[in-house]
């Protein structure tokens, strides 16, 4: 069965670094072509791509957050990782990870539950 | 940047037709997604490669595309159905950024 399970802080302050984490099962990120991307949907609004980063380290940031995003993969732990550095409140949102599979041209099949995340003073 | 714009909401009677469209200028060259998200889940994916249906997915769910539009179709939408919709693609760069439609509220009433 594959599943995805974001953590990460629930409550970040203004100007911190964010960084979350993806736990991944019944997928190995190192499968050719396989890939996580990063979503995120600030409360009542629409979904916001963030990133991806592929078995073969291929990444891709949103044009507009790029400057402030890393993505990385720890395959060993089944691990991704996603920085966001400046935290905002207009960066409050839930933040979900989904699985790229190799058959799929960068859609996402699998998502994980989502964490929610609240950038406040 | 690139951008899929949908309509913001759609409102069909049970057993009705609903149609939700996604218009993008990269949609000739790129595929297009559906995402079905009900209140307070996370997204699940209801159609792929434009329109191909994962399995699990009910037959009434399809999709199309044509030019730099594409269509998920509801024949028959049932009240579970309700939910908001959204299209996701990449854009013609390099890079394949992804990018999501603003999302589609689909009532079923």
């Known amino acids: 069965q594959v599943t995805l399970k974001e953590s990460g802080p629930v409550l970040v302050k203004p100007t911190e670094t964010l960084t979350l984490t993806c736990t991944v099962s019944?997928?190995?990120?190192?499968?050719?072509?396989?890939?996580v991307s990063w979503i995120r949907q600030p409360p009542g609004k629409a979904l916001e791509w963030l990133a991806h980063?592929?078995?073969?380290?291929?990444?891709s940031y949103s044009t507009s957050l790029k400057s402030r995003l890393t993505i990385s993969k720890d395959t060993s732990k089944s691990q991704v990782v996603l920085t966001m550095t400046n935290m905002d409140p207009v960066d409050t949102a839930t933040y979900y990870c989904?699985?790229?599979?190799?058959?799929?041209?960068?859609?996402?099949?699998?998502w994980g539950q989502g964490t929610t995340v609240t950038v406040s003073s | 940047s690139y951008e899929l714009t949908q309509p913001p909401s759609v409102s069909v009677s049970p057993g009705q037709t609903a149609r939700i469209t996604c218009s993008g200028d990269?949609?000739?060259?790129?595929?297009a997604y559906w995402y079905q998200q009900k209140s307070g889940q996370a997204p699940v994916l209801v159609i792929y490669?434009?329109?191909k249906r994962p399995s699990g997915i009910p037959e009434r769910f399809s999709g199309s595309s044509s030019g730099t539009m594409a269509t998920l179709t509801i024949s028959g939408a049932q009240v579970e159905d309700e939910a908001d919709y959204y299209c996701?693609?990449?854009?013609?760069?390099?890079?394949?950024?992804?990018?999501f439609g603003g999302g589609t509220k689909l009532t079923v009433l």
């Open positions: 996701y693609s990449t854009d013609s760069s390099g890079n394949h950024r992804g990018v």
């Open positions: 490669e434009d329109s």
């Open positions: 990269a949609l000739p060259k790129k595929y």
């Open positions: 989904a699985r790229i599979p190799g058959w799929l041209l960068y859609g996402m099949d699998v």
């Open positions: 019944g997928f190995s990120l190192s499968n050719a072509r396989m890939g």
């Open positions: 980063i592929f078995s073969n380290d291929e990444k």
